[in-house]
C-alpha cells in the first residue's frame, strides 16, 4: 500500500519584526492550510488573510491568535491579499468579533460585489453561453445544468464587504508600519502582494508567489481587452523589481528568493504558451480541444465538472494572451469559435 507523501503541518510561528503566521485549515482540500500572518501595529494586530470560513478554520484561528499572545477581539484590521473563500471567508467573523475593518483592492471589492449580488439565472444563462462558444460537447452542458440545480438549493455564497481600499503603491492602513501595496493583478483582478518596509524587505505575496505550486490564472473576465494572464506576467516582474529579502506565501512556506522564483513561473506560462502555439500551427482548435490537449495534474477524462471548468478558463486565458501577443486568431466562420496559429 502506498500512502500521499505527508507534508509537515505548519504551526504558529513567530517570524521576527512583530510578525507570526498561524495556520488556519482548508477543510477537505488538498492545499491544507492557509497561512494567515499576524502583524504587530500601534492600534493592534493586522491580519494579513484570515481563511476559510468554516467553524474548525475560525477555532484554529482564535487559538493561534492566542498563542501569539493576543485574541480575536484586539484585532484592528483585516488586510486582504486577494477575494478568494480561502484568503477572505473568515473576514466577517474576524470583524464581527472585534470591530477591525477589512482592506481590499477596488478590482476584487467589485468581484464580491458580483457574488454577493449577481442574479443566479443569468450566471448559467452566460455558462452555458461560454460553454457553447467553445465547443463543448453537450455531456458537458448538461453537468453544468445538473451542478447549477443542485446548488441553488444551498444557501447563497455571501462575502465580506470590504470597508477599506488597497490602493497601489501607497501605504496600507497599518499605524506604525510601513507596508506598500503592490497590485499584482493576474490569479484574480485585484491581487495584492504587501511589502514591508522599514528595514524589513519581506514580502506578503498571498496566491501570487508561491515556492512550489502556480496560482489558477483563469479567464475571469470575457471582455474582449481583458488579458489575465498577461497582466500575471506583468505583476511577475514587478514583484521581481522589488527589493524583497525573504517571501512570506499564503500557502506552503517561507522561501528566500522571489526574482528567482518569479523567473520560473513565467519560464513556465511561456513553455504552455508555446506549446499551444505548436498545436495551432497544425491544425485550427476550440477552447474546448484545447483544454483537452493541455497538461492538468490528472486526465482530462477524470476531471470532473467543476475542474474542467477551471482547466477551460486557465486554456482560455493562454489562448487570449497568444491572440494578445498577435500568435494566434479566431477563424471566421459560425458555430463553435476555432484558433489558428498566426
Ligand atoms: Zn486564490
Ligand atoms: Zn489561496
Not at 477555532?59 to 486582504?80: F, K, S, W
Not at 525573504?246 to 522571489?258: C, R, Y
Not at 482547466?311 to 489562448?319: F, Q
Request: glycine content about 8%; proline content about 7%; charged content about 20%.
Amino acid at each position: 500500500m502506498t500512502t500521499a507523501p505527508s507534508r509537515p503541518t505548519p504551526r504558529v510561528a513567530d517570524l521576527g519584526n512583530g510578525v507570526w503566521t498561524v495556520p488556519v485549515p482548508i477543510p477537505d482540500n488538498p492545499l491544507g492550510v492557509t497561512l494567515v500572518y499576524v502583524l504587530e501595529t500601534e492600534a493592534g494586530p493586522v491580519l494579513v488573510d484570515a481563511g476559510w470560513d468554516d467553524p474548525i478554520s475560525y477555532q484554529a484561528l482564535v487559538d493561534g491568535l492566542i498563542e501569539v499572545g493576543t485574541t480575536i477581539e484586539d484585532v484592528h484590521g483585516v488586510l486582504v491579499t486577494h477575494a478568494h473563500p480561502d484568503h477572505h471567508g473568515l473576514s466577517e467573523k474576524v470583524r464581527e468579533a472585534s470591530g477591525a475593518w477589512i482592506a481590499l483592492h477596488a478590482a476584487d471589492a467589485e468581484q464580491v460585489d458580483l457574488i454577493n449580488n449577481a442574479p443566479r439565472e443569468a450566471w448559467l444563462r452566460h455558462h452555458l453561453e461560454v460553454l457553447t462558444l467553445a465547443g463543448a460537447p453537450q455531456d458537458a452542458l448538461d453537468a453544468l445544468t445538473r451542478h447549477r440545480e443542485v446548488s441553488v438549493t444551498r444557501p447563497r455564497l455571501h462575502y465580506a464587504v470590504p470597508d477599506r481600499e488597497l490602493v497601489h503603491g501607497e501605504l496600507a492602513p497599518a499605524p506604525g508600519r510601513a507596508i506598500r501595496t503592490v497590485w499584482t493583478p493576474g490569479h484574480t483582478p485585484g491581487h495584492v502582494c504587501l511589502h514591508l518596509e522599514d528595514g524589513d524587505g519581506r514580502l506578503l505575496s498571498g496566491d501570487h508567489l508561491l515556492p512550489s505550486i502556480t496560482p489558477h490564472i483563469g479567464l475571469y473576465d470575457e471582455a474582449e481587452e481583458a488579458d489575465p494572464l498577461g497582466d500575471f506576467l506583468a505583476s511577475l516582474t514587478r514583484v521581481a523589481q522589488l527589493p524583497i529579502t525573504g517571501v512570506l506565501p499564503a500557502h506552503e512556506h517561507v522561501f528566500s528568493d522571489a526574482a528567482g522564483r518569479a523567473a520560473e513561473v513565467a519560464a513556465l506560462h511561456e513553455e504552455r504558451l508555446s506549446a499551444l502555439r505548436t498545436r495551432l500551427c497544425e491544425r485550427s482548435l476550440t477552447l474546448w480541444q484545447i483544454a483537452e490537449g493541455m497538461d492538468w495534474n490528472r486526465p482530462w477524462a477524470q476531471l470532473g465538472a467543476q475542474n474542467r471548468q477551471l482547466a477551460l478558463s486557465e486554456a482560455a486565458a493562454h489562448l487570449r494572451h497568444l491572440v494578445k501577443r498577435g500568435r494566434a486568431q479566431a477563424e471566421a466562420g459560425g458555430g463553435p469559435a476555432r484558433y489558428t496559429a498566426l
